[in-house]
């Protein structure tokens, strides 16, 4: 699962890395998801992707900022100028379920300062998920988003090679 997946080269490289495995990606930008298409178009048959924004709710967001530097809803800047882009937002629960997916051995989640919505919304959609690597942007806190992977059942350590990501492993029973 490659949540935030820019122009598809995490997915791609799941892809490749996994050959039985089934990739589903998630991206706001209808320009990056066309690149990604491309980027994934060799596993095409096992390469799922969607456009949306991970968020805390159904509906739609607006979203601006600098393509190379990183797209953000505009709900994460303050005093961001409207954008004329639009994407659906789904919660990570609506995108499970409407692929059918009733378990994920690996979620990345880069979502540009989105994290906090997402973990302040329902996490019952952590029950499906076996290990998670999230990098985290402002406003989102890393102290909040591991304190609630922890409640969920998961242990959690910091990535040494990128101070701001986070790993989860599911507690084995």
Sequence with gaps: MDLGANV???????????????VY???MDAGNLRIAADS???WKDRCHLTQAAVWDSEGVITYGGNV???LRVNDLDAGAAPAP????ARTIAALFDGWG???VDYLKMDIEGAEQRVFDADLSWLARVNAIKIEIHPPAEMQTIRERLAAAGFDCTDDTSRSACLIAMRRTQ
């Design 25 to 27: 990606a998630v991206e």
């Design 101 to 103: 997916v009733s378990q």
């Design 40 to 42: 994934t178009a060799p």
């Design 85 to 88: 882009l639009q994407a659906p």
């Design 8 to 22: 598809g080269y995490t997915a791609a490289h799941f892809a490749h890395l996994f050959p039985a495995a089934q």
């Design 68 to 70: 190379g530097c990183g």
